[in-house]
């Protein structure tokens, strides 16, 4: 586990390249943030968290599945990231944050990557449109 990358992940960096290419800035694992967002987009008001499938338990994903060694011990921690990341999805919302989440694999196939980063795009600027609108 200790060569299990928790930054700078491929996934990660795909989503940061497309982003700084279409000329959006942002801060990368802000430690003052509630679960330290792999994305923060301040001007935007938005944090995108790049989510690997086995260790955020997507449920209904091909590449999350419970493994048959040492199975409590993984139920328990795979658990537990999940729980813990509704608690920090939560806890930025409440302070005015906008939660995207993008998963590991969204970002593997091409033709379903394009349509994943193009829809994070739109998120992003829709949300400032809508901010816009409530500050009014």
């Given at each position: 586990m200790s060569k299990?990358?928790?930054k700078d992940?491929?996934?990660e960096l795909v989503v940061r390249k497309f982003l700084f290419t279409n000329g959006f800035r942002y801060r990368i694992h802000n430690i003052k943030l509630p679960g330290k967002p792999d994305?923060?987009?301040s001007k935007y008001k938005t944090v995108i968290f790049v989510n690997g499938c086995f260790w955020h338990a997507h449920e209904g994903c091909k590449e999350f599945v419970w493994p048959q060694s040492n199975p409590d011990f993984w139920r328990q921690k795979i658990e537990g990231n999940a729980a813990?990341?509704?608690i920090n999805y939560e806890k930025l919302r409440s302070e005015g944050w906008h939660v995207i989440t993008c998963w590991?694999?969204?970002l593997k196939n091409k033709e379903i990557r394009e349509t994943t980063l193009i829809s994070i795009m739109n998120e992003i600027t829709n949300n400032v449109h809508t901010n816009k609108e409530l500050n009014v």
């Amino acid at each position: 586990m200790s060569k299990i990358r928790g930054k700078d992940t491929k996934p990660e960096l795909v989503v940061r390249k497309f982003l700084f290419t279409n000329g959006f800035r942002y801060r990368i694992h802000n430690i003052k943030l509630p679960g330290k967002p792999d994305i923060v987009l301040s001007k935007y008001k938005t944090v995108i968290f790049v989510n690997g499938c086995f260790w955020h338990a997507h449920e209904g994903c091909k590449e999350f599945v419970w493994p048959q060694s040492n199975p409590d011990f993984w139920r328990q921690k795979i658990e537990g990231n999940a729980a813990r990341d509704q608690i920090n999805y939560e806890k930025l919302r409440s302070e005015g944050w906008h939660v995207i989440t993008c998963w590991e694999c969204q970002l593997k196939n091409k033709e379903i990557r394009e349509t994943t980063l193009i829809s994070i795009m739109n998120e992003i600027t829709n949300n400032v449109h809508t901010n816009k609108e409530l500050n009014v």
